[in-house]
């Protein structure tokens, strides 16, 4: 089955800790997303890559970081300068062929965050 | 001004009416619009895009688009308690998606 996994699915997190969040991609999509979600709030990007080694900074980047190394691949760091990081992190894919505008998102199954 | 907006609701319908979530944009270049649903403590997932003005219809769901207005809306016949969920608008601008805060949608037994 093609999709997007992200995992864990919970993760608690001690002050002072970087953590890790894995998004791994089988759909051979070209552009990857990283998003944060609060409740009551919607979806704020957090950073995004079009391209293998290649990622830019979303509206919230601040406290966090991303690396690229492969196409199905697109790990979130969250690390200790973020503030206030419990909140439900979602990773999104997309294609990038034909035409681009009319390609949807498709989103994992998320992982909820806390700082303990 | 946000890229897009949503009435917050809560939205509260009767099982069998119909359900109507608004949307707005404010990007006229705008070229296509999507409604994804979230169930609580799950991922959003697509149900319904519209590219072109007018009515896309899917089943229960009614996408409507009016570019002059920067108006997109969903209506949901029939609603049905497994309706009962956030619904978000989505409208891509270059290579980003803009989300609204979400629709949240009860629908009573």
């Known amino acids: 089955d093609g999709g997007i996994t992200q995992s864990p699915k919970y993760l608690f997190r001690k002050e002072g800790q970087n953590v890790t969040l894995s998004c791994e991609q089988n759909l051979n999509h070209d552009a990857m997303y990283w998003y944060r979600q609060d409740p009551g709030q919607g979806l704020r990007l957090i950073y995004y890559s079009q391209i293998v080694n290649d990622f830019q900074k979303g509206d919230i980047a601040e406290g966090y970081s991303v690396s690229r190394e492969k196409k199905e691949s697109f790990p979130l760091t969250v690390t200790s300068a973020q503030k206030n990081p419990t909140a439900f992190y979602l990773c999104?894919?997309?294609?990038?062929?034909?035409?681009?505008?009319?390609?949807?998102?498709?989103f994992g199954p998320g992982t909820r965050l806390t700082v303990l | 001004q946000k890229e897009v907006e949503q009435n917050s609701g809560p939205l509260s319908v009767p099982e069998g009416a119909i359900a109507s979530l608004n949307c707005t944009y404010s990007?006229?270049?705008?070229?296509?619009f999507f409604w994804y649903r979230q169930y609580s403590g799950k991922s959003p997932e697509l149900i319904m895009s519209?590219?072109?003005?007018g009515d896309k219809e899917d089943g229960r769901f009614t996408a409507q688009l009016n570019k002059a207005s920067q108006y997109v809306s969903l209506l949901i016949r029939d609603s049905q308690p497994s309706d009962s969920a956030t619904y978000l608008c989505a409208v891509p601008t270059g290579n980003q998606f803009y989300f609204g805060t979400g629709t949240s949608l009860t629908v009573i037994p």
């Open positions: 519209i590219y072109s003005n």
């Open positions: 999104a894919s997309r294609w990038s062929g034909g035409e681009y505008s009319y390609n949807e998102q498709f």
């Open positions: 990007d006229r270049g705008s070229q296509s």
